[in-house]
């Protein structure tokens, strides 16, 4: 069964400074899906980047970037310019091949504080 | 972007009360929908897989007669807690695939007392 592991249960960062989140994930699989979404206090689940594993290039939304290592399965988010509203946990999450199954698989979740 | 309304947003029940809880696309149709359970300081645990027009899928340890699930149509699936228990006060989230990924409820806290 496919796993997802993030190592890091807190990490903190410093406002306006850069921090990466690591997460590792098995499979046998060669064509899947990575996400990473984000849960503020409000719980609100907020998908922050996603990538396709066939696709070599690492995804980018504005100051989030993925450092995506298919070899080593290894999917790190990298903040950049950090705000205090990135404050929040953090899931990294695998899903399968199309014409599988859809369900997501979740790591354990990383919890960032932004210090001002 | 896709948006996914999830009902009541928190409930207080009594002990041996059912409440049901409503996961709406409003955007887009949801042939597929997932009701999670979250522990405080917790990830997501997948409770079941909703398919339109079908049985739900659970996941092992799930009771699918504590946990009704209906997707009756392809923009609401719903989660039944039959004859509540304090033990199942617990935060509740529904997820729809969308075109692009899967988008989430806000949603709902139960309490049952």
């Known amino acids: 069964a496919q796993t997802v592991t993030q190592s890091q249960p807190e990490m903190s960062v410093q406002e306006a400074e850069t921090v990466t989140l690591s997460c590792t994930y098995d499979?046998?699989?060669?064509?899947?899906?990575l996400f990473w979404y984000k849960q503020p206090p409000s719980r609100q689940m907020i998908l922050v980047i996603r990538?396709?594993?066939?696709?070599?290039q690492n995804a980018t939304e504005n100051r989030f970037s993925v450092n995506f290592q298919k070899a080593a399965k290894s999917f790190s988010l990298k903040i950049s310019d950090s705000q205090l509203g990135d404050a929040a946990m953090y899931f990294c999450a695998y899903r399968g091949p199309q014409g599988g199954s859809e369900k997501l698989v979740f790591g354990k979740g990383t919890k960032l504080t932004v210090n001002p | 972007g896709a948006v996914v309304s999830q009902h009541p947003s928190w409930v207080i029940c009594k002990s041996g009360t059912s409440v049901k809880i409503e996961c709406r696309s409003l955007?887009?149709?949801?042939?597929?929908m997932f009701w999670y359970r979250q522990f405080p300081k917790q990830s997501l645990m997948l409770m079941a897989t909703?398919?339109?027009?079908?049985?739900?899928?659970?996941e092992q340890g799930v009771e699918k007669d504590k946990f009704l699930i209906n997707h009756a149509s392809l923009t609401l699936s719903t989660l039944t807690v039959t004859s509540a228990h304090p033990e199942d006060s617990s935060f509740y989230i529904c997820?729809?695939?969308?075109?692009?990924?899967?988008?989430f409820g806000s949603g709902t806290r139960l309490t049952v007392v």
């Open positions: 997820s729809a695939r969308d075109h692009y990924g899967y988008t």
């Open positions: 955007d887009f149709q949801a042939t597929t």
């Open positions: 499979t046998s699989e060669s064509d899947y899906y």
């Open positions: 990538q396709e594993a066939y696709k070599q």
């Open positions: 909703s398919n339109e027009g079908s049985k739900a899928t659970y």
